[in-house]
């Protein structure tokens, strides 16, 4: 197993993948490199000896590494042109591009061996991502459980087929923007009847917060803990009547669905 994690860009899921892989007892004996194309200083991120900056490119090819690439996908082909020789055949690739699928990080950086593609969503810069993992077929069953591991310690992950990663990109990774504009839109509603907006938007986001732990926490349907707080001719079946005569669930399921379909066509043209 390799016992070398390089984190190529540090930028936003870069910086989280360092965090989570720092806090993980999983990965407690693992050297970790990072690297960067361009002249950024990395000098804030080297907190503890076994974390330094891997600067000759050559050292792709000399050691199994296990890769996380987290440039943005337009920066592939520079970033393979930029280790001038091919990836230690013993490597892994774990790849969080968006839209990126595994044949194409396969091409583009020649790499035969094991890859992993990872979807991430932001909730990984505060160890909150829900993330789902498909793998090609050479990725041995210890490599796959170390991607997992990887993961796991930025948030909750999962296994799914590749062809699902468009819909995982509709739903968790576009999610959070739809879950951001239910805050402002509650913030909104409780500032029109005459709250003031921190306190509303303090009211929004903490109810966001623990519906979502309830649900996770408790394993229940949503439906019934929705049916738990819903009183006989109360406040909430009323606004709940309200919400389906205008067709909330319905605009969620759409939301999913035109997002997917966007993910293939943005996949599609980059390939
Ligand atoms: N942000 C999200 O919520 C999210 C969720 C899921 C997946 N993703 C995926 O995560 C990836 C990274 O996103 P991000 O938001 O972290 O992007 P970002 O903040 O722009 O970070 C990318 C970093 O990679 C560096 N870089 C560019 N080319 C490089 C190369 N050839 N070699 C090494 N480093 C290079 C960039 O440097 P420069 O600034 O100099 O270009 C930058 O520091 C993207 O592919 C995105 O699709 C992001």
Same mark, same amino acid.
């Given at each position: &197993?390799?016992?070398?994690?390089?984190?190529?860009? &540090?930028?936003? &899921?870069?910086?989280?993948?360092?965090?989570?892989?720092?806090?993980?007892?999983?990965?407690?004996?693992?050297?970790?490199?990072?690297?960067?194309?361009?002249?950024?200083?990395?000098?804030?991120?080297? +907190?503890?000896?076994?974390?330094?900056?891997?600067?000759?490119?050559?050292?792709? !090819?000399?050691?199994?590494?296990?890769?996380?690439?987290?440039?943005?996908?337009?920066?592939? %082909?520079?970033?393979?042109?930029?280790?001038?020789?091919?990836?230690?055949?013993?490597?892994?690739?774990?790849? @969080?591009?968006?839209?990126? !699928?595994?044949? +194409?990080?396969?091409?583009?950086?020649?790499?035969?061996?094991?890859?992993?593609?990872?979807?991430?969503? %932001?909730?990984?810069? @505060?160890?909150?991502?829900?993330?789902?993992?498909?793998?090609?077929?050479?990725?041995?069953?210890?490599?796959?459980?170390?991607?997992?591991?990887?993961?796991?310690?930025?948030?909750?992950?999962?296994?799914?087929?590749?062809?699902?990663?468009?819909?995982? +990109?509709?739903?968790?990774?576009?999610g959070?923007?739809y879950i951001? &504009?239910v805050i402002?839109a509650l +913030?909104?509603g409780?500032?029109?009847?005459?709250?003031?907006?921190?306190?509303?938007?303090?009211l929004a986001?903490q109810t966001v917060l623990g519906a979502a732990s309830l649900v996770k926490s408790t394993g229940l349907h949503p439906a019934i803990l929705k049916d738990q707080v819903t009183t006989p001719a109360g406040t909430t079946i009323s606004a709940l009547h309200e919400l389906e005569e205008r067709g909330l669930r319905s605009m969620f399921v759409?939301?999913v669905? %035109?997002?997917?379909?966007?993910?293939?066509?943005?996949?599609?043209?980059?390939?």
């Amino acid at each position: &197993m390799n016992q070398v994690v390089v984190i190529v860009g &540090m930028g936003n &899921m870069g910086r989280a993948m360092l965090k989570g892989l720092n806090s993980s007892e999983d990965f407690k004996g693992y050297n970790i490199f990072l690297y960067e194309a361009r002249n950024h200083s990395l000098e804030d991120y080297l +907190t503890e000896s076994r974390i330094s900056i891997l600067k000759d490119p050559d050292d792709f !090819s000399s050691k199994p590494f296990t890769i996380v690439l987290c440039i943005k996908p337009h920066d592939l %082909i520079a970033f393979a042109n930029s280790i001038n020789s091919l990836i230690h055949k013993d490597s892994l690739i774990i790849s @969080i591009l968006a839209g990126t !699928s595994l044949a +194409t990080i396969a091409e583009q950086t020649k790499h035969k061996g094991a890859i992993v593609r990872a979807m991430p969503n %932001i909730g990984a810069t @505060i160890g909150q991502a829900a993330t789902v993992l498909c793998a090609n077929k050479v990725c041995s069953a210890g490599l796959k459980d170390q991607a997992f591991n990887l993961f796991e310690s930025v948030g909750d992950a999962f296994w799914a087929k590749e062809e699902q990663l468009d819909t995982v +990109t509709g739903l968790s990774g576009s999610g959070p923007a739809y879950i951001y &504009m239910v805050i402002e839109a509650l +913030t909104d509603g409780g500032v029109k009847m005459g709250l003031a907006r921190d306190l509303a938007r303090a009211l929004a986001t903490q109810t966001v917060l623990g519906a979502a732990s309830l649900v996770k926490s408790t394993g229940l349907h949503p439906a019934i803990l929705k049916d738990q707080v819903t009183t006989p001719a109360g406040t909430t079946i009323s606004a709940l009547h309200e919400l389906e005569e205008r067709g909330l669930r319905s605009m969620f399921v759409s939301a999913v669905e %035109i997002a997917t379909e966007r993910s293939k066509i943005l996949g599609s043209t980059k390939s």
